[in-house]
């Protein structure tokens, strides 16, 4: 359990936390948003004992472990699986101290406690978070100095996962995973052993790894049950009540304040009018939400062309002669196309985006292009690649030399970078603010085809909204490389699988898609037998399916139950109260409750999917 109670910190005399307090059940996965800026990495900076408070305390169980992400891997010439396996550090110890170990009972107790750590099937558990990152076998025994700052994260993220601490902390763990990494670890945080905290900006992983949301807020903390969509209507409606009543508070105040205005100086009424002040002077003011500025982008609209505006026949690409990445391309692009790239990493989507984007030639077959076709290309190393020197403005009036500032300054600001970021260094402003330059200059001359690859990284979630409903209202074609599902999902319409060489269409959905990542790849058999033709099963009379559907409704009744009394105990496990030194025999009570409504609904969740299953095959 994780109780933060009463904490002050202030940096440069900005307060960032006053009297802010939240308490964090053993085991629950909880994800903490709030804008930029807020101090969400601060916090963890204290819990992991960087900072210290100003006043109030942050406690953990005595020998809890906390974990979180390195800035990266070092590079260096360790392989990428020993790498993970050494963020074990006693298994690393024991398993070096039983090399030299001479003395039998030492010898003894070393293999003994090797065996409680599972220390011998470590070396799978770590191949197998590395490949859900995207490492296959062969890059897994390749040194560290053989990939980038970008991959080393991906390997820094997989050793904190192997050394399983009791307390994981994880500050925008998918900036730097492609759509099947940020997938993978979806459904791996979902089945964590222990308490997690995350910090992201990620709706999909928001929603789908996450138990709880603690919300940082004008400097207090506030936890709401649920996954983030429960916490954003949540939070709606309080923002909303709180409006109502201080509107109604201020037309209460003005009209007592109307009626000293017109009786104060009247003899007969003076007494009620002083009266009346009094109670002004008296109010407990209730503060209205503040209005969060709307955050959008304006995209600059292209004319339109004549369709296709890219033409692929039996195309080939790559980057030597001998050793195409992708060939047998047959592709139509026109105007109004929002298409999203599917595919694992290597399997050639950046090549892709590289051939359309005219950055990469067609080594064969025939590529047409309207004649006066515009592409705009936004990547991540495009907002690492600015002039961290120069200023916003002074990127724009390389782009555009000869443009009014006043145009320049125009344009920047329809891009939510104001008269005070227009001037401020690159390298002073947040990734945020870097992304939002680089898209700026991306689209800057109007393209009928705009390329993004992972657009959403540093973004918060309401810039997030504001790109998807720019790209909404964009008039050009749209290609995208994402991990952000909710991104894809809202402006994506059609989808292309990139893989075995080349590029087609995927018919069906992202969801079906999220469900074929993480399903299990079957072990081919060396020598398959020639499967025996199954006879044909007999139908389901009428009156069996309805049975059938009988049981599928009871046992999602049984479900919904135990969810409702699994929400009770998590809302009584959330009551800082409990966890008073008072009621410690009736906190462990609770606990052991809690976990057995848990093992009630994974009995129920099986049930139901044998049911389930039953039944589709019964009316097949």
Known sequence: ??????????????????????????????????????????????????????????????????????????????????????????????????????????????????????????????????????????????????????????????????????????????????????LWLESYLAKYPHTVLIISH????????????????????????????????????????????????????????????????????????????????????????????????????????????INIENGSVGYTDDNPVLTRLNLRIDQDDRIALLGKNGQGKSTLAKLLSDRLPLMAGKQINSSKLRVGFFAQHQVDELIVEETPLQHMIAARPGVLQSKLRAQLAGFGLGPEQAETEVGRLSGGQKARLSLLLATLHAPHLLILDEPTNHLDIESREALVEALTRYSGAVILVSHDMHLLSLVADRLWLVSNGTVKPYEDDLEAYRKMLLTPEKPVSKNPAKPKEAPKPKRASRDEVLALRSEVRKAEARMEKINEMRDKLAKKLADPALYEDAKTGELEVWNKKYAEVMDALHRAETLWMGAQEKLEKATA
């Open 1 to 182: 359990m994780l109780r933060i109670s009463e904490i002050n910190y202030s940096v440069e005399g900005r307060p960032l936390f006053e009297e802010a307090s939240a308490v964090i059940p053993e085991g629950h996965k909880v994800g903490i948003v709030g804008r930029n800026g807020a101090g969400k990495t601060t916090l963890f900076k204290i819990i992991r004992g960087e900072l210290s408070l100003d006043s109030g305390d942050i406690s953990l169980p005595s020998r809890a472990k906390i974990g979180g992400v390195a800035q990266e891997v070092p590079s260096s010439e360790t392989s990428l699986i020993d790498t993970v396996l050494e963020a074990d550090v006693e298994r690393a110890r024991l398993m070096k101290e039983a090399e030299s170990a001479e003395d039998p009972t030492r010898i003894a107790d070393i293999q003994t406690r090797l065996a409680d750590i599972d220390a011998w099937s470590a070396e799978g558990r770590a191949a197998s978070i590395l490949k859900g990152l995207g490492f296959d076998d062969e890059e897994q025994q390749m040194p560290c100095s053989a990939f980038s700052g970008g991959w080393r994260m991906r390997v820094a993220l997989a050793a904190v996962l192997f050394a399983q601490p009791d307390l994981l902390l994880l500050d925008e763990p998918t900036n730097y995973l492609d759509l099947e990494g940020a």
């Open 202 to 309: 990620d709706r999909g992983l928001l929603n789908r790894a996450v138990g709880g949301i603690l919300h940082l807020e004008d400097r207090k903390l506030t936890y709401y049950q649920g996954p983030y969509d429960q916490f954003a209507r949540q939070r709606a409606e309080k923002r909303a009540l709180q409006a109502a009543m201080a509107k109604k508070q201020q037309a209460r105040r003005d009209h007592m304040q109307s009626f000293v205005d017109r009786f104060k100086a009247k003899a007969s009424k003076a007494k009620q009018a002083q009266s009346r002040l009094k109670m002004i002077e008296k109010m407990d003011m209730i503060t209205a939400p503040e209005d969060v500025a709307r955050k959008v982008f304006t995209f600059p609209e292209p004319e339109e062309l004549s369709p296709p505006i």
